[in-house]
């Protein structure tokens, strides 16, 4: 058994406590946690399992690193604090642990990563003898090994387009919904995530990634982008309320260009409700989805929906990107130490766990 440690107890956290309850591998040996007021809860009552898992949250980190752990789950947030999330999983891959971690979006495609991410992980791996993965869902699988292995089904590909359309109202981080996308706010408010450069900063990495395994060169990364106000104010279940005027809806594209024209695009559709920009693209049942569309003979689209946390669309795509990388775990033990990406790490079969009860 892996002994693994989960670090951050959020809507990443959560799913992460229940994936690796839940895998045969792995071994639940210790939970960090920055919130006073979580410090001796149990990691069950954290995660919402409906039981105690027998591991009361920490928040000393010297003590829980000074154990060794096999494996580190890093699910707090990156966004808004990436030097603190560089500095501590630096520090984890330094004790010889892998490390996973959706947290770094330069990471994702390893090798385009700026040397002052990529110095210090690699320079952690060799002074230790851990090692780094980074994924999420998008970026991350929506983005890598799912269109790239739909890829393969077809004679030939004119284009592949990765599309995540959302209803954000669902999604319950308030903070990076209304001042880093800009729900809510004036139309006149200037988003960072929507900044120029800002989404090839997030997404261009995968662009690159993707280009890398279809074995093509990118001109240039493009960026579009639209927004909508709301027509009328809307109250919603997790986020209260937002006003008439203000940004409901965002529409952008980030596009890998090879020879001369959008090849790979990646695509986010997001809205606070779904009566703001009617005429843009909705997911089948309006909540949300992910989807792939290869354009060419044949032309094939594929849809991903996923619900937890009762029927939450937003929560079953964090679950999700928390299966690819506590699924990678094992692998990764297994494999030589260093700084992978979702090339390197194949998407495995959930061996040993059909029919498994969930924690």
């Known amino acids: ?16 406590i229940r ?3 839940a895998h045969p591998a792995l071994k639940l040996a210790h939970v960090l946690v920055h919130d006073p007021g979580k410090v001796g809860r149990d990691a069950g009552d954290l995660a919402g399992t409906g039981r105690d898992l027998g591991v009361a949250a920490t928040d000393d980190i010297d003590a829980v690193l000074a154990t060794a752990p096999g ?9 808004i604090r990436p030097d603190e999330a560089l500095a501590d999983i630096t520090r984890a891959v330094r004790t010889g642990a892998v490390v996973v971690t959706p947290a770094l979006y ?4 390893q090798r ?10 690699l320079a952690a791996v060799a002074d230790g003898g851990g090692s780094l993965f980074v994924s999420g869902v998008d970026p991350g699988w929506g983005n890598d090994v799912l269109p790239l292995m739909i890829s393969g089904l077809g004679s030939t590909v004119d284009a592949i387009r990765c599309q ?10 308030p903070d990076a919904v209304r001042d880093l996308i800009g729900m809510g706010h004036p139309m006149e408010y200037e988003p960072l995530m929507l900044a120029a450069s800002v989404p090839t900063m997030v997404w261009g990495g995968q662009l690159r990634l993707m280009a890398r395994a279809l074995g093509v060169e990118l001109d240039d990364i493009r960026e579009t982008m639209a927004r909508r106000p709301l027509e009328t104010t809307v109250t919603t279940r997790t986020m209260g309320e937002f006003a008439a005027g203000t940004q409901g809806a965002v529409r952008f594209e980030v596009q890998g260009i090879v020879g001369g024209e959008p090849r790979i695009v990646i695509e986010h559709i997001t809205r606070i409700h779904p009566s703001c920009a009617p005429d843009w693209p909705s997911p089948p049942d309006g909540a949300g989805a992910h989807r792939v569309i290869i354009e060419g003979r044949p032309r094939i689209e594929v849809t991903v929906e996923a619900t937890d946390e009762d029927e ?3 929560a079953g795509g964090n679950a999700t990107a928390v299966g690819r990388l506590v699924n990678a775990i094992d692998w990764l033990v297994d494999a030589e130490p260093g700084l992978y990406d979702a090339l390197d790490v194949p998407l495995r079969p959930a061996a040993g766990r059909l029919g498994r009860k969930q924690p």
Not at 71 to 79: K, N
Not at 112 to 121: D, H, I, T, W
Not at 164 to 173: L, P, W
């Open 1 to 16: 058994m892996i002994s693994t440690v989960v670090w951050g107890t959020g809507n990443v956290g959560r799913a992460a």
């Open 19 to 21: 994936a690796v309850e």
């Open 71 to 79: 494996a580190v789950v890093y699910a707090a947030s990156g966004d």
């Open 106 to 109: 330069a990471l994702y495609d």
């Open 112 to 121: 385009s990563a700026p040397p002052e991410l990529r110095g210090p992980v």
């Open 164 to 173: 995540e359309i959302f209803d954000y109202s669902t999604y319950d981080q």
């Open 312 to 314: 939450n669309r937003s």
